[in-house]
T-cell receptor, first 116, second 110 residues
Framework: DTGVSQDPRHKITKRGQNVTFRCDPISEHNRLYWYRQTLGQGPEFLTYFQNEAQLEKSRLLSDRFSAERPKGSFSTLEIQRTEQGDSAMYLCASSKPSGSNTGELFFGEGSRLTVL | GNSVTQMEGPVTLSEEAFLTINCTYT??????LFWYVQYPGEGLQLLLKATKADDKGSNKGFEATYRKETTSFHLEKGSVQVSDSAVYFC?????????FGQGTILTVHP
């Protein structure tokens, strides 16, 4: 399978614990995005990388959230001191380099977080 | 900032009925427009796209036309099937990232 893969698919944690999600993009894609989706809403942009550089962060990304893409390949999204309001589906997407990029993003199946 | 507004759902139709899901957008420039679909238990996948005014995107019997004058990108299908039951998201991409509407749930009954 050469699509975007995310791990874990489901995570249940207690309030105050730290969680980390991993995303492996499509191999030739240099842009990687994180989105959050809550029930009944469309995905909301969190942050994105071009290669290893984090180019933009949403105001939704509080200081408890940190994302990395150290080698320009896979990425991790860590949430520290989780709160019940963090419960959501965290989506990763990737896209082709600019020049061949029509704006289409390719999404993984998401990592569902439940904070008890 | 950019925004996308979709018609509120849910939408419930009988098989072979005509479908329209309205989508309007606000953007500072000339974005690319997309419809994504999320089938039950699956990830978001691209349904169709249009990159400039008057372009028509089409796929699987669905169509949408980029209307700059009305800032709209309405999704249509002439005859829906039960297998079209899903959540449909309109989105725009102007500055390298997608901005989504809130989604419209479509249920098609036999």
């Amino acid at each position: 399978d050469t699509g975007v893969s995310q791990d874990p698919r489901h995570k249940i944690t207690k309030r105050g614990q730290n969680v980390t999600f991993r995303c492996d993009p499509i191999s030739e894609h240099n842009r990687l995005y994180w989105y959050r989706q809550t029930l009944g809403q469309g995905p909301e942009f969190l942050t994105y990388f071009q290669n290893e550089a984090q180019l933009e962060k949403s105001r939704l990304l509080s200081d408890r959230f940190s994302a990395e893409r150290p080698k320009g390949s896979f990425s991790t999204l860590e949430i520290q001191r989780t709160e019940q309001g963090d419960s959501a589906m965290y989506l990763c997407a990737s896209s082709k380099p600019s020049g061949s990029n029509t704006g289409e993003l390719f999404f993984g199946e998401g990592s569902r977080l439940t904070v008890l | 900032g950019n925004s996308v507004t979709q018609m509120e759902g849910p939408v419930t139709l009988s098989e072979e009925a005509f479908l329209t899901i309205n989508c309007t957008y606000t953007a500072t420039g000339y974005p690319s427009l997309f419809w994504y679909v999320q089938y039950p238990g699956e990830g978001l996948q691209l349904l169709l796209k249009a990159t400039k005014a008057d372009d028509k995107g089409s796929n699987k019997g669905f169509e949408a036309t980029y209307r700059k004058e009305t800032t709209s990108f309405h999704l249509e299908k002439g005859s829906v099937q039960v297998s079209d039951s899903a959540v449909y998201f309109c989105a725009l991409n102007e500055d390298g990232k997608l901005t989504f509407g809130q989604g419209t749930i479509l249920t098609v009954h036999p």
